[in-house]
């Protein structure tokens, strides 16, 4: 059953990042060389946000929070760059999740 409001939580969380990430390109702030403390509060943030969803309910898959959670779900991940052990640790949830959902749809047509 979807759950919304973690659906929700998680589009939030992507929707804030990225939010984030275009207005420091758009003022010339963002660095190759350095973490900027903005970028870097918000993926601490949803770093460990992420942990805890993962822990409570496995891989955000598509029949969790549909396909736009679970692409926020994706993308949080990704952005997971101090925490490479954990991103590691994802990697085989979400080859499974993606696995998963390969065979419902080969079996459901």
């Known amino acids: 059953m979807l759950d919304k409001q973690l659906q929700n939580e998680l589009q939030s969380m992507q ?3 990225q ?3 275009q207005e420091l390109i758009d003022c010339g702030e ?5 973490y900027h ?3 870097k509060a918000i993926h601490e943030k949803n770093n460990a946000r ?3 969803i993962i822990s409570t309910h496995g891989w955000p ?4 929070v549909g396909k736009e959670g679970s692409e926020a779900a ?3 991940v990704q952005h997971a760059v101090l925490d490479t052990a954990f991103m590691e640790e994802c990697l ?10 390969h065979g419902e749809r080969s079996e459901g047509g």
């Open 15 to 17: 929707e804030k990042d």
């Open 19 to 21: 939010r984030v990430l």
């Open 30 to 34: 963002l660095s190759e060389t350095e």
């Open 37 to 39: 403390p903005r970028m």
């Open 50 to 52: 992420i942990k805890e």
């Open 61 to 64: 898959g598509f029949s969790i």
């Open 74 to 76: 994706w993308l949080i």
């Open 92 to 101: 085989p949830l979400l080859k499974t999740a993606v696995a998963d959902r």
